[in-house]
């Protein structure tokens, strides 16, 4: 185990690797990971599936024998045989963490993002044929997605709600959360098995944010970690609510923020920097491969590095606005961004199976 993911994870943050594909699975290496590295839960998302399924043979012959079914179908069914092994090899640590870590994540279709009924239905499908109660569905922080989130958490289903890039948004998320489950309690259904994280995207902003300040490099690379700061910050104070204090009694297990997006974009930057930057207790981190690695071979741990920060992330924040950048804007088109991206990655994935079908 290396020394800084042992370390943080003591401190208090998830490792979670950014990846997943059968390659994975049938070689040992996220075992490997899971027994050597601190990995305590995975992360999936369309650009994953497109990429693990153009680079391997090990999905052609499930392609093959369920050529006859529509091509969403033959997706659903290899993602969800990938996500299902996942979370069964996380059932050790399920367990041994009272059902907190040990989670896999799977993501509706992301063409369902602005279609809360669409995400519903899928959401609750991909949900019972998974049957894996270690399960997170992956759900878009949109607007439209908000009442998605609500309506899956009331149905006793975990939820991983993503693309989340501002603070404002993170609180609606908190807010959709918490209803989800005040509706459970209205009906006296146990909530204390359902769990939920909300995704905040990390180094995109900074990729934004750095193009926009131009000649301005002393408040190049500050945007990202600030903002999640401050997504931390509002994370304590729903802690403190009265409205999540009477949640608790019910056995309310708190959503916890996830760091995604933590690959370094600039390659100036240091490789571990949103990972070392955002140490705090009942946070997760989920990296790509290459970041895991950064992290072990030259990760600094500082010990707490969001706690200490907030006055500091405040003062930062408010440079750059004075910069001329106004961070709401750049959320907008971020989100905007991603969804686009997510969508034309599950053409791909579409294409890549397609394409497999044709082969034969």
């Given at each position: ?258 760091w995604a997006s933590t690959g370094v974009k ?50 930062n924040l408010a440079k750059i606005a004075l ?38």
């Open positions: 185990m290396s020394d800084a993911l042992a370390q943080i994870s003591k401190a208090g943050v998830a490792v979670c690797l950014d990846d997943l594909s059968r390659d994975r699975l049938k070689s040992g290496s996220l075992a490997k990971l899971i027994k050597e590295d601190s990995v305590v839960g995975v992360t999936t998302n369309p650009i994953i599936f497109a990429s693990a399924i153009s680079k391997s043979d090990l999905y052609r012959s499930d392609i093959l024998q369920n050529k006859d079914k529509s091509i969403e179908e033959i997706i659903t069914k290899i993602t969800t045989d990938d996500v299902r092994e996942a979370c069964d090899l996380f059932s050790n640590t399920f367990k041994e963490s009272n059902e907190i870590d040990g989670r896999v994540s799977l993501e509706v279709d992301p063409r369902f993002a602005l279609d809360p009924a669409a995400t519903i239905k899928q959401g609750k499908e991909l949900w019972n044929i998974v049957d894996r109660r270690n399960l997170l569905i992956k759900v878009p922080g949109t607007i439209e997605g908000l009442p998605a989130v609500t309506e899956l958490i009331a149905q006793g289903i975990s939820v991983n709600i993503t693309l989340i890039f501002s603070i404002d948004r993170y609180k609606k998320v908190l807010d959709a959360f918490a209803s989800g489950l005040e509706m459970r309690v209205e009906k006296s259904q146990d909530i204390s098995n359902v769990h939920s994280v909300a995704s905040f995207f990390i180094s995109r902003i900074d990729v934004e944010v750095d193009t926009q300040l131009g000649n301005q490099p002393d408040l190049k690379g500050l945007a990202a970690i600030a903002n999640a700061i401050m997504a931390y910050e509002a994370y304590l104070e729903f802690e403190k609510s009265d409205r999540w204090q009477k949640l608790l009694a019910h056995g309310g297990r708190l959503q916890r923020p996830l600039d390659p100036s930057y240091d490789k571990a920097r949103y990972v070392m930057s955002l140490v705090a207790p009942n946070v997760i981190n989920t990296m790509p491969e290459a970041t895991l690695n950064a992290v072990k071979t030259s990760g600094k741990f500082a010990g707490n590095t969001i706690s200490p920060n907030i006055k500091n992330a405040k003062v910069a001329g950048v106004d961070l709401s804007k750049v959320a907008e088109a971020l989100e905007i961004d991603g969804i686009a991206k997510f969508e034309s990655a599950w053409l791909d994935l579409m294409s890549s199976v397609k394409s497999v079908i044709s082969g034969s």
